[in-house]
């Protein structure tokens, strides 16, 4: 079974950064893309960005966060991390990872783990 942990959610500052973590356990991470999704209140979850399996050379960001996200991987760690910079208080949301065999995708329906979510809260 696999399980995926977020962590690294919290209070910051519009312009501030935040860097967030997923780690999975249960199986080896390298097989498995990772997709970042979030969910602001009263809103739908929508796409972050993904990172493809292994070296994760494959990489897609929303226009929303482009330049000023990035998502990493680190298969010894089993842990896939996204830094998020100059945010703004838009970007306040609940953050969840998921993690997918299949295809890239920045449709939520097919990932097949998901996390718990870490909030995240930009203040003016």
């Known amino acids: 079974q696999v399980q995926l942990v977020e962590s690294g959610g919290g209070l910051v500052q519009a312009g501030g950064s935040l860097r967030l973590s997923c780690t999975v356990s249960?199986?080896?991470?390298?097989?498995?893309?990772v997709g970042w999704f979030r969910q602001a209140p009263g809103k739908e979850r929508e796409f972050v960005t993904f990172?493809?399996?292994?070296?994760?050379?494959?990489?897609n960001y929303a226009d929303s966060v482009k330049g000023r996200f990035t998502i990493s991987r680190d298969n010894v760690k089993n842990t896939v991390y996204l830094q998020m910079n100059s945010l703004k208080p838009e970007d306040t949301a609940v953050y969840y990872c998921?993690?997918?065999?299949?295809?890239?995708?920045?449709?939520?329906?097919?990932?097949?783990?998901w996390g718990q979510g870490t909030q995240v809260i930009v203040s003016l």
């Open positions: 998921a993690a997918n065999l299949g295809p890239l995708t920045t449709n939520a329906t097919e990932y097949e783990y």
């Open positions: 990172i493809g399996s292994w070296g994760g050379f494959t990489k």
């Open positions: 249960g199986r080896s991470l390298n097989e498995y893309g």
